[in-house]
């Protein structure tokens, strides 16, 4: 008689999700990327000091992203990940400061973005201490094991999208900037990718993708991080932010240095 081993279950694929700014490279990509846009001319005429764009509801609702259905690796964009804001609060500085920042942008076209983003990158990537070594050899690691690799972060597809496609990210969920029936970013952006809306976003892209939650890993180095490493089952601490050092020691969380 012959017997037959009972097949084992195909085991879930996991996801591992990536903050970006100081917990995978070593800048914040917002500035630096707005040092070499103001270099080089960029244009757009947005101000951040007049009142205007911290936050003040103005066409957050409404344009298109700019980048939307563009992907990195699955034919999906941030702009298609991004979720509303989950119930965590955001910090009204954080939120509002981001909202202010793309502000600068207004009247810029979206090529000219994504271009000036791609030289960017190539000239940051080759700097010393460009990443951060420890948490840029995890995500190789997680790549290796055949892990969906995905960026979270505040800021946005031109500055992320160069990086996602050096590093094999399958997704980059980031704040969406808006475009207008002009073909121009309007300056503003749907939702900040900020504390609440990145463990919004992590969970929907476990959902969309069938992805276990509980087998999968979150990277992240500042308190607004928080809700996203709770979202997963192996969440990972990066550098010593105070708040995430007290979590990591409360939940026996892994840590790396930065």
Do not use: Q
């Not at 030289?119 to 010393?128: D, S």
């Not at 503003?188 to 959902?207: E, F, N, Q, S, W």
């Not at 607004?224 to 010593?240: F, T």
Request: glycine share 14%; hydrophobic share 40%.
């Amino acid at each position: 008689m012959t017997s037959t081993a009972t097949p084992r279950a195909a085991e879930p694929r996991r996801a591992a999700f990536f903050d970006v700014d100081e917990t995978l490279i070593a800048a914040k990509s917002m500035f630096a990327f707005w040092d070499h846009w103001s270099a080089r001319g960029g244009g757009g005429g947005g101000r951040t000091g007049d009142g205007e764009g911290a936050g003040d509801g103005e066409g957050a609702g409404d344009g298109k992203a700019a980048g939307d259905g563009e992907g990195a690796g699955d034919g999906e964009g941030g702009s298609r990940e991004a979720a509303p804001t989950g119930d965590a609060p955001v910090p009204a500085d954080r939120a509002a400061l981001n909202r202010a920042h793309f502000r600068r942008y207004r009247g810029a076209r979206p090529d000219e973005l994504s271009a000036a983003g791609r030289e960017w990158y190539a000239t940051y990537r080759t700097t010393p201490s460009a990443f951060v070594t420890a948490s840029l050899s995890a995500l190789r690691r997680h790549r290796a094991a055949g892990h969906a690799v995905v960026l979270v972060s505040g800021s946005a597809d031109p500055m992320l999208r160069p990086l996602a496609e050096d590093l094999g990210a399958e997704a980059v969920l980031c704040t969406e900037l808006l475009v207008g029936a002009d073909g121009l970013l309007t300056g503003d952006v749907r939702t900040p990718m900020i504390g609440g809306a990145k463990a919004t976003a992590v969970a929907a892209y476990l959902a969309r993708h069938g992805l276990s939650a509980d087998d999968s890993h979150a990277y992240g180095d500042h308190a607004s991080d928080l809700d996203m490493l709770r979202a997963v089952g192996n969440p990972v601490v990066v550098g010593d932010d105070p708040e995430l050092a007290h979590w990591a020691a409360r939940e026996g969380w892994h840590r790396l240095p930065r």
